[in-house]
């Protein structure tokens, strides 16, 4: 019934390592997104997207790639992982009912880079 | 930079205590403001919400008091439940945008 899901759910990778973060969504929401959560940050912006084969900028997408493949798949990429990547990732998927969004969270990923 | 700040940090209160959680922000074009809660584990999950037009939204024990002049909005979560302890964002949306910008959260703790 989970409406969002992440895996893997935990990762460990070595600098210079590639990694794959996947997010799927059965809610038939048209956006979705891609947050890091940091203690002293809160929630980052990474990428997002509203649509099939679309990709927007967020607020911290250096060092990130993504690729929205179906309406509910969405992929994050490390392509050249750094330990300041290590962090806890956040998938989210919204419709705009209304024009007022409600973003519904995955379980996250822990990712470490050593 | 910081476009939505939290205060406190973190915040302990008695069981049956109000906790009030701030938030403030600096973009005059923010018109929509939830809350999200998350427990450890989990993702956040949306808690309530409020417009700009309204300066007050209350869902039980989850009031939201907003002050668009200063630019500033706290939530008061009365007789607090140890069940209520959890990190709480507050998170804003531009007029233009697609996307919510999230404060840097609070982590409240209830305790009996």
């Known amino acids: 019934e989970a409406a969002v899901t992440q895996s893997p759910r935990n990762k460990v990778t070595v600098t210079g390592g590639n990694v794959t973060l996947s997010c799927r969504q059965t809610?038939?929401?048209?956006?979705m997104y891609w947050y890091r959560q940091d203690t002293g940050h809160g929630l980052r912006l990474i990428h997002y997207s509203y649509g099939a084969g679309n990709l927007q900028i967020g607020d911290v997408p250096d060092g990130y790639k993504a690729t929205r493949t179906t309406q509910e798949d969405f992929f994050l990429l490390l392509e050249l992982a750094s330990p300041s990547q290590t962090s806890l990732y956040f998938c989210?998927?919204?419709?705009?009912?209304?024009?007022?969004?409600?973003?519904?969270f995955g379980p996250g990923t822990r990712l470490t880079v050593l | 930079q910081q476009q939505v700040r939290q205060s406190p940090q973190s915040l302990t209160v008695w069981e049956g205590e109000t906790a009030i959680l701030n938030c403030s922000y600096e973009d005059s074009t923010f018109n929509y403001f939830p809350w999200y809660q998350q427990f450890p584990g989990e993702g956040p999950a949306l808690l309530i919400s409020i417009r700009s037009v309204s300066d007050k939204k209350e869902d039980g024990r989850f009031t939201i008091f907003f002050n668009k002049r200063e630019k500033k909005l706290s939530l008061h979560i009365t007789d607090s439940q140890p069940g209520d302890s959890a990190t709480y964002f507050c998170a804003a949306r531009t007029s233009s945008g697609q996307k919510l910008v999230f404060g840097q959260g609070t982590i409240l703790k209830v305790y009996l």
């Open positions: 989210a998927s919204s419709d705009w009912v209304g024009g007022y969004p409600e973003q519904f």
């Open positions: 809610n038939s929401h048209n956006y």
